[in-house]
Protein backbone atom coordinates (compact mmCIF):
# COMPACT_ATOMS: atom_id res chain seq x y z
CA UNK A 1 0.00 0.00 0.00
CA UNK A 2 1.14 3.53 -0.98
CA UNK A 3 1.99 6.25 2.31
CA UNK A 4 -0.50 9.06 1.75
CA UNK A 5 2.90 11.07 1.18
CA UNK A 6 1.05 14.69 1.34
CA UNK A 7 -0.47 16.16 4.24
CA UNK A 8 -3.93 17.68 3.37
CA UNK A 9 -4.32 21.78 3.77
CA UNK A 10 -6.75 22.26 6.16
CA UNK A 11 -9.52 24.76 5.35
CA UNK A 12 -12.24 26.88 7.08
CA UNK A 13 -15.55 28.82 6.04
CA UNK A 14 -16.02 32.20 7.61
CA UNK A 15 -19.76 32.54 6.80
CA UNK A 16 -22.48 29.88 6.45
CA UNK A 17 -24.82 31.26 3.94
CA UNK A 18 -25.53 31.07 0.13
CA UNK A 19 -22.06 30.93 -0.67
CA UNK A 20 -20.08 29.26 2.65
CA UNK A 21 -22.84 26.08 3.02
CA UNK A 22 -21.91 25.27 -0.30
CA UNK A 23 -18.37 25.33 -0.34
CA UNK A 24 -18.41 23.16 3.08
CA UNK A 25 -20.19 20.84 1.93
CA UNK A 26 -18.38 20.04 -1.28
CA UNK A 27 -14.90 20.32 0.82
CA UNK A 28 -16.94 17.27 2.83
CA UNK A 29 -17.73 15.83 -0.08
CA UNK A 30 -13.93 15.58 -0.84
CA UNK A 31 -11.66 18.32 -2.71
CA UNK A 32 -8.24 16.80 -3.67
CA UNK A 33 -5.57 17.70 -0.92
CA UNK A 34 -7.84 19.41 1.50
CA UNK A 35 -9.71 19.10 4.35
CA UNK A 36 -12.56 20.71 6.17
CA UNK A 37 -11.32 21.49 9.98
CA UNK A 38 -13.13 24.85 10.96
CA UNK A 39 -16.59 26.85 10.20
CA UNK A 40 -18.20 30.24 11.46
CA UNK A 41 -21.47 31.96 11.65
CA UNK A 42 -23.25 34.41 13.34
CA UNK A 43 -25.85 31.92 14.95
CA UNK A 44 -23.60 28.48 15.51
CA UNK A 45 -26.90 27.19 16.48
CA UNK A 46 -28.88 27.74 13.21
CA UNK A 47 -26.64 25.52 11.78
CA UNK A 48 -25.05 23.04 13.92
CA UNK A 49 -27.57 20.24 12.88
CA UNK A 50 -26.85 19.98 9.22
CA UNK A 51 -22.74 20.69 10.24
CA UNK A 52 -23.19 17.88 12.74
CA UNK A 53 -24.43 15.19 9.70
CA UNK A 54 -21.48 16.15 7.32
CA UNK A 55 -19.10 13.04 7.19
CA UNK A 56 -16.35 14.84 8.99
CA UNK A 57 -17.65 17.41 11.09
CA UNK A 58 -15.94 20.47 11.53
CA UNK A 59 -15.69 22.67 14.58
CA UNK A 60 -18.35 25.44 14.58
CA UNK A 61 -15.79 28.56 16.19
CA UNK A 62 -15.64 32.50 16.43
CA UNK A 63 -14.28 33.72 13.20
CA UNK A 64 -11.41 35.11 15.59
CA UNK A 65 -9.93 30.88 15.87
CA UNK A 66 -9.92 30.45 12.07
CA UNK A 67 -6.50 31.83 11.27
CA UNK A 68 -5.29 29.42 14.06
CA UNK A 69 -6.73 26.15 12.77
CA UNK A 70 -6.23 26.27 9.35
CA UNK A 71 -3.91 26.95 6.73
CA UNK A 72 -6.56 28.45 4.10
CA UNK A 73 -9.23 30.44 5.22
CA UNK A 74 -12.08 31.50 2.65
CA UNK A 75 -14.02 34.49 3.83
CA UNK A 76 -17.61 34.63 2.31
CA UNK A 77 -19.21 36.72 5.69
CA UNK A 78 -20.42 40.32 5.52
CA UNK A 79 -18.27 42.90 3.60
CA UNK A 80 -17.83 44.65 7.19
CA UNK A 81 -16.08 41.18 8.39
CA UNK A 82 -13.26 40.87 5.62
CA UNK A 83 -10.67 42.64 8.28
CA UNK A 84 -11.26 40.52 10.79
CA UNK A 85 -11.46 37.47 9.01
CA UNK A 86 -8.28 38.02 6.66
CA UNK A 87 -5.79 40.27 8.51
CA UNK A 88 -4.91 37.27 10.92
CA UNK A 89 -5.02 35.01 8.31
CA UNK A 90 -2.56 36.18 6.08
CA UNK A 91 -0.53 38.14 9.27
CA UNK A 92 0.47 34.15 9.89
CA UNK A 93 1.61 33.95 6.32
CA UNK A 94 -1.87 31.65 5.09
CA UNK A 95 -4.02 32.27 2.51
CA UNK A 96 -7.18 33.78 2.26
CA UNK A 97 -9.72 33.53 -0.43
CA UNK A 98 -11.75 36.35 -0.21
CA UNK A 99 -15.13 36.81 -1.62
CA UNK A 100 -16.50 40.41 0.00
CA UNK A 101 -13.99 41.41 -2.66
CA UNK A 102 -15.60 45.43 -2.15
CA UNK A 103 -14.26 45.57 1.02
CA UNK A 104 -10.50 45.14 -0.21
CA UNK A 105 -10.72 48.95 -1.23
CA UNK A 106 -11.03 50.29 2.13
CA UNK A 107 -8.61 47.70 3.49
CA UNK A 108 -6.18 47.68 0.97
CA UNK A 109 -3.13 47.43 3.55
CA UNK A 110 -4.11 43.59 3.72
CA UNK A 111 -2.32 42.96 0.30
CA UNK A 112 0.87 44.63 2.06
CA UNK A 113 0.07 42.46 5.09
CA UNK A 114 -0.14 39.76 2.88
CA UNK A 115 3.48 40.57 1.69
CA UNK A 116 5.00 41.17 4.45
CA UNK A 117 4.54 38.10 5.83
CA UNK A 118 4.20 35.37 2.45
CA UNK A 119 0.69 34.80 3.18
CA UNK A 120 -1.83 35.12 0.16
CA UNK A 121 -5.14 36.76 -0.85
CA UNK A 122 -6.86 34.68 -3.66
CA UNK A 123 -10.09 36.36 -5.58
CA UNK A 124 -12.05 33.80 -7.96
CA UNK A 125 -14.00 34.85 -10.51
CA UNK A 126 -16.81 34.12 -8.36
CA UNK A 127 -20.30 35.87 -9.98
CA UNK A 128 -18.11 37.09 -12.59
CA UNK A 129 -16.94 35.82 -15.86
CA UNK A 130 -13.29 36.53 -18.09
CA UNK A 131 -10.66 37.31 -14.83
CA UNK A 132 -8.30 35.44 -16.82
CA UNK A 133 -8.66 37.03 -19.82
CA UNK A 134 -8.07 40.62 -18.04
CA UNK A 135 -5.21 39.17 -15.95
CA UNK A 136 -3.51 38.44 -19.24
CA UNK A 137 -4.27 41.68 -21.20
CA UNK A 138 -3.40 43.58 -18.16
CA UNK A 139 -0.06 41.96 -18.76
CA UNK A 140 0.09 44.30 -21.76
CA UNK A 141 -1.76 47.46 -21.70
CA UNK A 142 -5.61 47.35 -20.86
CA UNK A 143 -7.06 51.07 -22.80
CA UNK A 144 -10.74 50.61 -20.51
CA UNK A 145 -12.25 48.31 -18.99
CA UNK A 146 -16.25 48.59 -18.16
CA UNK A 147 -19.01 46.77 -16.55
CA UNK A 148 -22.48 46.99 -17.22
CA UNK A 149 -24.89 44.93 -14.54
CA UNK A 150 -28.65 44.32 -14.36
CA UNK A 151 -30.30 42.86 -11.99
CA UNK A 152 -33.92 42.24 -10.84
CA UNK A 153 -35.04 44.92 -8.18
CA UNK A 154 -34.58 42.06 -5.40
CA UNK A 155 -30.66 41.89 -5.70
CA UNK A 156 -30.43 45.26 -5.33
CA UNK A 157 -32.95 46.52 -2.32
CA UNK A 158 -31.41 48.25 0.67
CA UNK A 159 -27.76 49.15 -1.07
CA UNK A 160 -26.77 52.55 0.47
CA UNK A 161 -26.68 54.21 -2.88
CA UNK A 162 -30.35 54.44 -3.24
CA UNK A 163 -31.16 55.74 -0.10
CA UNK A 164 -28.73 58.05 -0.42
CA UNK A 165 -30.19 59.59 -3.29
CA UNK A 166 -33.47 58.98 -2.92
CA UNK A 167 -33.80 56.09 -5.66
CA UNK A 168 -36.77 54.20 -5.75
CA UNK A 169 -36.85 50.81 -7.44
CA UNK A 170 -39.77 49.02 -5.99
CA UNK A 171 -42.35 49.15 -8.41
CA UNK A 172 -40.76 49.80 -11.92
CA UNK A 173 -41.87 48.57 -14.47
CA UNK A 174 -38.74 49.16 -16.97
CA UNK A 175 -35.33 48.94 -16.92
CA UNK A 176 -33.35 51.95 -14.75
CA UNK A 177 -30.23 53.45 -14.96
CA UNK A 178 -29.75 54.04 -11.11
CA UNK A 179 -25.59 54.13 -11.17
CA UNK A 180 -22.94 55.20 -13.48
CA UNK A 181 -18.98 56.04 -12.24
CA UNK A 182 -16.27 54.26 -11.05
CA UNK A 183 -15.40 50.43 -9.55
CA UNK A 184 -14.51 52.51 -6.74
CA UNK A 185 -17.84 54.50 -6.50
CA UNK A 186 -19.62 51.71 -6.97
CA UNK A 187 -18.15 49.24 -4.23
CA UNK A 188 -18.90 52.21 -1.84
CA UNK A 189 -23.09 52.53 -3.23
CA UNK A 190 -23.40 49.21 -3.27
CA UNK A 191 -21.70 46.63 -0.90
CA UNK A 192 -23.44 43.95 -1.18
CA UNK A 193 -24.26 43.57 -5.02
CA UNK A 194 -20.96 44.59 -6.75
CA UNK A 195 -17.84 42.70 -5.40
CA UNK A 196 -17.79 42.08 -9.24
CA UNK A 197 -17.06 45.32 -10.19
CA UNK A 198 -13.85 45.27 -7.86
CA UNK A 199 -12.94 42.60 -8.62
CA UNK A 200 -12.71 43.23 -12.32
CA UNK A 201 -10.73 46.36 -11.59
CA UNK A 202 -8.57 44.54 -9.79
CA UNK A 203 -7.80 42.16 -12.26
CA UNK A 204 -7.07 45.19 -14.80
CA UNK A 205 -6.68 48.73 -14.09
CA UNK A 206 -7.81 49.15 -10.79
CA UNK A 207 -10.84 50.72 -8.94
CA UNK A 208 -10.53 54.47 -10.53
CA UNK A 209 -10.01 53.84 -14.21
CA UNK A 210 -12.97 50.81 -14.35
CA UNK A 211 -16.24 52.00 -15.58
CA UNK A 212 -19.61 50.36 -14.18
CA UNK A 213 -23.00 50.97 -14.98
CA UNK A 214 -25.48 49.45 -12.92
CA UNK A 215 -29.44 48.96 -14.07
CA UNK A 216 -32.41 47.92 -11.52
CA UNK A 217 -34.31 45.81 -14.10
CA UNK A 218 -37.62 44.19 -14.00
CA UNK A 219 -37.38 42.57 -17.25
CA UNK A 220 -34.64 40.05 -16.05
CA UNK A 221 -34.71 37.24 -13.81
CA UNK A 222 -30.86 36.96 -13.43
CA UNK A 223 -28.04 38.85 -12.06
CA UNK A 224 -26.69 40.03 -15.86
CA UNK A 225 -22.82 41.43 -15.85
CA UNK A 226 -21.57 42.38 -19.14
CA UNK A 227 -17.76 43.28 -19.13
CA UNK A 228 -15.82 45.16 -22.38
CA UNK A 229 -12.53 45.35 -22.30
CA UNK A 230 -10.46 47.25 -25.18
CA UNK A 231 -6.47 46.24 -24.76
CA UNK A 232 -3.23 45.96 -27.11
CA UNK A 233 -3.44 42.96 -27.18
CA UNK A 234 -7.51 41.91 -27.84
CA UNK A 235 -10.87 43.64 -27.87
CA UNK A 236 -13.44 41.30 -26.06
CA UNK A 237 -16.81 41.45 -24.05
CA UNK A 238 -18.14 38.84 -21.85
CA UNK A 239 -21.75 38.57 -20.54
CA UNK A 240 -22.79 36.43 -17.50
CA UNK A 241 -26.50 35.51 -16.47
CA UNK A 242 -26.24 34.42 -13.45
CA UNK A 243 -29.00 32.68 -11.22
CA UNK A 244 -29.79 33.76 -7.74
CA UNK A 245 -29.25 31.65 -5.05
CA UNK A 246 -31.63 31.55 -1.71
CA UNK A 247 -29.66 34.98 -1.43
CA UNK A 248 -31.33 36.91 -4.70
CA UNK A 249 -28.03 39.33 -4.12
CA UNK A 250 -25.79 36.25 -4.78
CA UNK A 251 -25.91 34.29 -8.24
CA UNK A 252 -25.47 30.59 -7.79
CA UNK A 253 -22.10 30.19 -10.23
CA UNK A 254 -20.56 32.11 -6.73
CA UNK A 255 -19.49 28.99 -4.85
CA UNK A 256 -18.89 27.17 -7.76
CA UNK A 257 -16.14 29.24 -8.68
CA UNK A 258 -15.13 28.73 -4.95
CA UNK A 259 -15.12 25.36 -5.18
CA UNK A 260 -13.65 25.37 -8.67
CA UNK A 261 -10.74 27.51 -7.19
CA UNK A 262 -10.15 25.25 -4.31
CA UNK A 263 -9.47 22.21 -6.61
CA UNK A 264 -7.25 23.99 -8.56
CA UNK A 265 -4.89 24.47 -5.64
CA UNK A 266 -3.94 20.56 -5.78
CA UNK A 267 -5.22 19.96 -9.17
CA UNK A 268 -2.92 17.53 -11.44
CA UNK A 269 -4.08 19.18 -14.58
CA UNK A 270 -4.85 22.98 -13.65
CA UNK A 271 -7.20 24.84 -16.64
CA UNK A 272 -7.20 28.58 -16.66
CA UNK A 273 -4.70 31.43 -15.62
N1 LIG B 1 -17.05 37.95 -5.29
C1 LIG B 1 -18.25 37.69 -5.79
O1 LIG B 1 -18.40 37.49 -7.00
C2 LIG B 1 -19.42 37.66 -4.89
C3 LIG B 1 -19.29 38.02 -3.58
N2 LIG B 1 -20.36 37.98 -2.73
C4 LIG B 1 -20.12 38.42 -1.34
O2 LIG B 1 -19.80 37.27 -0.55
C5 LIG B 1 -20.22 37.49 0.80
C6 LIG B 1 -21.09 36.32 1.26
O3 LIG B 1 -22.23 36.24 0.43
P1 LIG B 1 -23.46 35.26 0.77
O4 LIG B 1 -22.98 33.89 1.08
O5 LIG B 1 -24.45 35.45 -0.31
O6 LIG B 1 -23.99 35.95 2.12
P2 LIG B 1 -25.14 35.45 3.10
O7 LIG B 1 -25.79 36.68 3.61
O8 LIG B 1 -25.98 34.41 2.45
O9 LIG B 1 -24.32 34.75 4.28
C7 LIG B 1 -23.49 35.48 5.15
C8 LIG B 1 -22.98 34.53 6.23
O10 LIG B 1 -22.11 35.27 7.10
C9 LIG B 1 -22.38 34.84 8.42
N3 LIG B 1 -21.98 35.83 9.42
C10 LIG B 1 -22.52 37.04 9.70
N4 LIG B 1 -21.90 37.61 10.75
C11 LIG B 1 -20.95 36.73 11.15
C12 LIG B 1 -20.00 36.72 12.20
N5 LIG B 1 -19.88 37.73 13.06
N6 LIG B 1 -19.17 35.65 12.33
C13 LIG B 1 -19.27 34.59 11.48
N7 LIG B 1 -20.15 34.54 10.47
C14 LIG B 1 -20.98 35.60 10.30
C15 LIG B 1 -23.89 34.61 8.46
O11 LIG B 1 -24.18 33.78 9.57
P3 LIG B 1 -25.69 33.20 9.87
O12 LIG B 1 -25.94 32.17 8.80
O13 LIG B 1 -25.55 32.59 11.21
O14 LIG B 1 -26.59 34.38 9.79
C16 LIG B 1 -24.09 33.94 7.11
O15 LIG B 1 -23.91 32.55 7.22
C17 LIG B 1 -20.97 38.83 0.82
O16 LIG B 1 -20.13 39.87 1.26
C18 LIG B 1 -21.32 39.05 -0.65
O17 LIG B 1 -21.44 40.42 -0.96
C19 LIG B 1 -21.58 37.54 -3.15
C20 LIG B 1 -21.76 37.17 -4.45
C21 LIG B 1 -20.71 37.23 -5.44
O1 LIG C 1 -24.10 38.65 -9.47
C1 LIG C 1 -23.93 38.22 -8.32
O2 LIG C 1 -24.20 37.07 -8.02
C2 LIG C 1 -23.35 39.03 -7.22
C3 LIG C 1 -22.76 40.30 -7.57
O3 LIG C 1 -23.15 40.98 -8.50
C4 LIG C 1 -21.67 40.74 -6.73
O4 LIG C 1 -21.55 40.30 -5.56
O5 LIG C 1 -20.86 41.53 -7.22
Redo the contacts with the bound molecule.
Keep these: MMADSKAKTRVAVAGLGAIGTDVAKALDQGIEGLTLVAVSANSPDKHRGWVAELKSAPKLVPIEQLAEVADIVVECAPSKLVRSIVAPVVERGKTAVV ?1 S ?2 ALLQNEDLVDLARAHGGQIIVPN ?3 IGLDAVTAAAVGTIHSAKLV ?1 R ?1 PVA ?1 LVGAPHLAENNIQIEGITEPLRIFEGSARDAAKG ?1 P ?8 LSLAGIGPDRTRVEIWADPTVTR ?3 RIEVDSDSARFSMM ?1 E ?1 I ?2 ENP ?6 ALSVIACLRKLRASLRIGT
Design positions: LVGGALTKGFANLNVAVANTHINPSKTGRIT
